[in-house]
């Protein structure tokens, strides 16, 4: 857990695990803010986990999760709210902590805090929301005229689909300008988990470095997606950083709704409740599958 301080009464780090609360605790934070819809990470343990381990532990929670890249005003204001309704000091998380900072800064433009200060507050903490400033001087809307980068084609995804598709153009057209967008430093191969689940594979065999899986000669564009142009043939970043194409391919992948059954997040991965679309839950599928036969 890297912690990293807004304010006296604010920090903010990346994702938490159950087993991180209750160093929190012991930091003297008071209450926590989930930034980080459930399902977002492969790896990503449910909010529901997080609460659990917070009530044990005599913090509150709140969830508030928020879209990676596509951070709104009524999110700001929402967490502002919030942030002054909950004890402090509070310890908010999201992905790698951008988005809370990214929160947190609105919100404080929003009340009127100096954008010099917001900046330099934000950068101290180790996040450069320079990016903001063109978004607030743009009235919320980004403009396309001024991209950071052009290619002939953009793949938005790194996982199996993504990465198929440009190694299968790089190998038919080898001279062909492509740029993958991803987000995350690491790819897991999620039709393994099954394996995983039945005891073939070892959780560690399906988890690989990002960089070490983009083919030759595509360049990886490590940001979030807040936003398609289509009119303009533009992808807007995170950070309000904007990529042009010619041909664009959307291989994004899902987000699992676990809180679509109810009572579904806050069991998982004990009481013989498990999945094979999570990371660190594949291994308890095979727990209980050996579980199945008698010891001899």
Known sequence: MDVKRIDQGLSVTGQLRP?????????????????????????????????????????????????????????????????????????????????????????????????????????????????????????????????????????????????????????????????????????YYQPGWTMVGGGVFEPATTARTMASLIPDGVRWIKAAVAAFEPERKAVILEGCRVVTYDRLIVASGLTLNWRGIEGLSETLGRNGVTSNYRYDLAPYTWELVQGLWPAS
């Open 19 to 187: 087993t991180d609360v209750s160093e929190a605790a012991r930091l003297g934070f008071r209450s926590i803010i989930c930034n980080r819809p459930d399902g977002e990470g492969a790896d990503q343990p449910g909010f529901a986990e997080i609460e659990r381990a917070a009530t044990e532990a005599g913090l509150d929670t709140r969830y508030l999760p928020v879209v990676s890249g596509a951070v709104t005003d009524a999110d700001a204001e929402a967490f502002g709210v919030t942030l002054r309704a909950l004890p402090g000091p509070v310890l908010a998380y999201c992905g790698t902590g951008t988005r809370s900072t990214t929160l947190w800064s609105l919100n404080e433009g929003r009340r009127g805090r100096p954008l010099s200060a917001i900046l330099s507050t934000a950068k101290a903490a180790g996040y450069d929301m320079n990016g903001g400033v063109q978004r607030i001087a743009s009235g919320g809307c980004v403009p396309t005229d001024g991209a950071e980068a052009s290619h002939t084609v953009v793949i938005v995804g790194g996982g199996a689909g993504g990465i198929a598709v440009a190694a299968s153009l790089r190998s038919r057209k080898p001279d062909l300008d492509i740029a993958i967008i991803e987000p995350a430093d690491v790819h």
